[in-house]
């Protein structure tokens, strides 16, 4: 099967899961929590997303699924760069704030977290655990979301643990030397 055609096979055909019962499963996966910045043109716009993942080391891409609706969709589209921050587990409230629910303040303020300008341009948020600088590489319609790959045109990483996301709650990881 080619990347850009479904399959077309009986499995194609069979009906989805209900919504539902698809959102209470993916609450079980653990991910790891990041924030998705972008700057230029289109304006500065952020957001909490928990499904990036790398692609490929050669060349070095990762994706970041970004509702289709959300103001930072469009903005990365236009402005052509993004930031990925994956967040530290003392950051828990960068997360909240990026995801519409600031536990003080309002939404997505960029007062909230230290912020340094990326290479692209684009926001990096400071004592993050790992950043991806990008240059949109493409981006790919997928149901609710739109898939964007970027290009990492500069990467960093800090000592902090990580944050992490289950069953609708925050969590960290067991210490290696425990």
Not at 95 to 109: C, H, L, W
Request: net charge positive; with cysteine.
């Amino acid at each position: 099967m080619r990347v850009d055609e479904r399959a077309t096979d009986s499995h194609a055909t069979a009906p989805s899961v209900p919504s539902s019962r698809f959102i209470e499963a993916m609450g079980r996966a653990v991910s790891g929590v990041t924030i998705v910045a972008t700057n230029g043109p289109a304006g500065r716009f952020a957001m909490t997303v928990s499904a990036m993942s790398s692609v490929s080391a050669e060349p070095p891409l990762v994706l970041a699924c970004i509702r289709r609706h959300s103001p930072a969709n469009r903005a990365i589209r236009e402005n052509g760069v993004f930031c990925i921050s994956v967040l530290a587990e003392c950051q828990a409230h960068v997360s909240d704030t990026f995801a519409g629910r600031p536990r003080q303040g309002k939404p997505f303020d960029f007062t909230v977290g230290a912020w340094s300008e990326a290479v692209t341009g684009a926001p990096c948020l400071s004592g993050a655990v790992a950043s991806f600088d990008c240059a949109l590489w493409s981006c790919h319609e997928a149901g609710s979301h739109t898939v964007f790959i970027g290009r990492v045109v500069a990467a960093g990483e800090g000592e902090a643990a990580p944050l992490l996301y289950t069953r609708r709650r925050y969590g960290r990881p067991t210490p290696l030397d425990a």
